[in-house]
């Protein structure tokens, strides 16, 4: 079955790095994309991004551009996500999840680049940036 | 980025109840919209996508509807599995971005 197992629990200080990684199972890594989202203590799901499975391709949140950076590995079927100059604000649960863009209608099937929701999520990992 | 408003926040219900949750566009998405089911300390749930295509082995009693600007999420006979938190999320435009969330309570 199509898994994403995501690495254990994080605690940084301010100012150091996280990268958390997420492991495929269960599908073909080359023929989807991963989307990375977190969800802070008391707060509602933010998109940070998503990565190509096929060509490394990314787009990021603007909100988090020139702090984030999502890179894949193919031959280990693995996702990552580095986010850097952590500040208290960016303790969270961060998900990976594979990003799906087909949809069938009227008996065909269509694939919609761009346009990526998620379909499975990794458990989560919690990154704490006590202040 | 597009704003997405929830509504109710919270919803009181009953087991067998039909039950419906709206969520709002801040500008037109066309139907490029999810919903998903979370519970407590687990991960989101995929339950529909664009807008009103049910994922594959998620119980029929679940329906979306909506295009443009406004959404529903509908659940034909609430079960006891189903009291939980919901959020929709468009995917029209980067940023993605998600509804508050709407709470489902037991009444």
């Known amino acids: 079955q199509v898994q994403l197992v995501q690495s254990g629990a994080e605690v940084k200080k301010p100012g150091a790095s996280v990268k958390v990684s997420c492991k495929a199972s269960g599908y073909i890594f080359t023929t989807y994309g991963i989307s990375w989202v977190r969800k802070a203590p008391g707060q509602g799901f933010e998109w940070m991004g998503w990565?190509?499975?096929?060509?490394?391709?990314?787009n990021y949140a603007q909100k988090l551009q020139g702090r984030v950076t999502m890179t894949t590995d193919t031959s280990t079927s693995t996702a990552y996500m580095e986010l850097r100059s952590l500040r208290s604000d960016d303790t969270a649960v961060y998900y990976c999840?594979?990003?799906?863009?087909?949809?069938?209608?009227?008996?065909?099937?269509?694939?919609?680049?761009?346009?990526?929701?998620?379909?499975?999520w990794g458990k989560g990992t919690t990154v704490s940036v006590p202040s | 980025d597009i704003q997405m408003t929830q509504s109710p926040s919270t919803l009181s219900a009953s087991v067998g109840d039909r039950v419906t949750i709206t969520c709002r566009a801040s500008q037109s998405i066309s139907t490029w919209l999810a919903w998903y089911q979370q519970k407590p300390g687990k991960a989101p749930n995929l339950l529909i996508y664009?807008?009103?295509s049910l994922e594959s082995g998620v119980p029929s009693r679940f329906s979306g509807s909506g295009s443009g600007t406004e959404f529903t999420l509908t659940i034909s006979s609430l079960q006891p599995d189903d009291f939980a938190t919901y959020y929709c999320q468009q995917y029209d435009s980067y940023s993605y971005t998600f509804g508050q969330g709407t709470k489902l309570e037991i009444k």
């Open positions: 664009k807008a009103s």
């Open positions: 999840a594979r990003a799906r863009s087909e949809y069938c209608s009227g008996g065909s099937c269509y694939f919609a680049a761009g346009h990526y929701y998620m379909d499975v």
């Open positions: 990565i190509s499975g096929y060509n490394g391709n990314t």
